[in-house]
């Protein structure tokens, strides 16, 4: 018959009874750290070696893709109709920023994950961002979250959206325009434990954190916030079997109940800018900026409650070589952190606080955005100007791969089972050994 279309390719089966310890469901994996346990992906790749498959993506996104059985979600911002100039809430000027000329279409998609192909685009909003964003950045920053049933998708100003995995959407919700601090664009990605969604919504105007029913969409709770801008996401944890979400800004680093969002524990220190996401790990919590000025700091979650500022529960503190944009790696008992966004790592001991190393120069990087993640005993940090290295996580600097890559990266990496997943601004890469090597 002529001119009949193509077939699309079948999407896999899904698999609701996955270990979900062995997804990467969330921006900062199963453990909320950045390390991908029981994976070793390759150490060595190119354009030509240990790329499985490379897919052209349409438009443009900062976001980290997350990955569920075989399928893999991700979000974009693609520019649509004529370019207009008309004055903006913010302009292109000191801050480096761009103004939206063009009308952007907002897309989740889902990706087979054994060859690459796109099994579906679902466009789930269509407007001229109300304000600009940074001239490296993008209107698809919030990286999604998925149980394996539900993909929820941030857009910020231009809403949240709850869809299926075949595509469907189930509920969205609109919070409002958010008015970012030096229109640089919007980028906390939603958190998800169990039934409740925990989305942080600092910016300049009246701040909150507010958790919605996964199924519904319907508002469980909204705790004012008196913070500015941030673009940290909250790290949801359990702690004594009560779950709580934790968001770093300005004023505090807050633990809120997440049943009911009252305030746990809070604990000042941190600068103005907060983007880097808090980790956690055997009774430890770990927040740090790099603004104005450096700080990092323990929290020992352990009889955790009230103003913890100037207490013994903050275990250790440092004021230098923290990061600014990229979130640290908690691996095996150790944190590794980029010096604001440069081409510096350091390591240190997570529990005393002890360093390790660093900070140590990156040889090849360029400017970083993207956080480093853990697999294998082995650290994988990646520049935007497409080079990734590869050191050993045992305890000194120890430099075991350098690859390149043709696209420029801001998208923190993705690990599932011995496959990395790298978001560069034009393509997603499937980093594989090669079959029969």
């Known amino acids: 018959m002529e001119n009949e279309p193509a077939p699309r390719p079948q999407p896999p089966a899904v698999k609701k009874s996955l270990d979900a310890s062995r997804q990467w469901a969330g921006w900062r994996g199963p453990l ?3 390390a991908a346990p029981g994976s070793a992906p390759p150490i060595e ?13 349409p438009g443009k996104g900062h976001s980290t893709p997350v990955i569920w059985g075989e399928r893999i979600f991700l979000t974009s911002a693609a520019a649509f ?21 063009f009308h952007q279409r907002s897309v989740v998609l889902a990706i087979n994950r054994s060859d690459g192909s796109i099994l579906w685009e679902k466009i789930v909003n269509e407007e001229r961002p109300h304000e600009s964003s940074h001239i490296t950045g993008s209107w698809a920053s919030n990286s999604p979250v998925t149980d394996g049933e539900h993909v929820i998708a941030s857009f910020g100003s231009r809403g949240i959206y709850c869809l299926d995995v075949h595509g469907e959407l189930i509920w969205k919700k609109d919070l409002g325009d958010m008015e970012v601090k030096h229109g640089h664009g919007e980028g906390s990605s939603p958190a998800l434990h169990e039934n409740t969604v925990v989305v942080n919504w600092d910016h300049e105007g009246d701040s909150f954190a507010i958790a919605l029913d996964k199924n519904t969409g319907k508002e469980i709770w909204r705790t004012p916030r008196d913070e500015v801008s941030s673009w940290s996401t909250p790290l949801i944890i359990e702690h004594n079997g009560r779950p709580q979400a934790v968001i770093a800004a300005t004023t ?3 633990s809120y109940d997440l049943t009911d969002g009252k305030v746990l524990w809070e604990c000042g220190g941190l600068s ?11 009774g430890f919590l770990y927040a740090a900026s790099s603004y104005e000025f450096q700080a990092m700091f323990a929290i020992r979650l352990e009889g ?4 913890l500022t100037g207490t013994d529960a903050v275990t250790w503190k440092i004021d230098r070589h923290t990061p600014y944009v990229p979130s640290p790696l908690l691996y095996r008992g150790k944190l590794f952190f980029i010096r604001h ?3 510096f790592l350091s390591c240190l001991d997570a529990k005393s606080g002890t360093p390790i190393f660093g900070p140590r120069r990156l040889p090849g990087f360029q400017m970083i955005y993207s956080s480093p993640v853990g697999a294998g005993g082995k650290v994988y940090i990646l520049s935007r100007n497409g080079v990734m290295l590869v050191i050993e996580s045992a305890g000194k600097y120890d ?18 089972d011995d496959e990395l997943y790298l978001r560069g601004e034009h393509h997603l890469y499937c980093i594989a050994k090669e079959t029969g090597k």
Do not use: C, Y
């Open 272 to 282: 103005n800018n907060v983007v880097a996401s808090p980790v956690a790990e055997a």
């Open 341 to 343: 966004l440069q081409a």
């Open 252 to 254: 505090r680093v807050r």
């Open 304 to 307: 955790a409650s009230g103003d």
């Open 81 to 101: 109709g004529e370019a207009t100039k008309e004055e903006h809430e913010h302009s292109d000027g000191d801050h480096d920023n761009m103004t939206p000329e």
């Open 45 to 57: 790749w190119s354009e030509e070696k240990n790329v499985r498959w490379k897919t052209t993506l």
């Open 32 to 34: 909320g750290t950045g």
């Open 399 to 416: 430099l075991l791969a350098a690859n390149q890559l043709e696209d420029s990266f801001s998208a923190s990496p993705a690990i599932v």
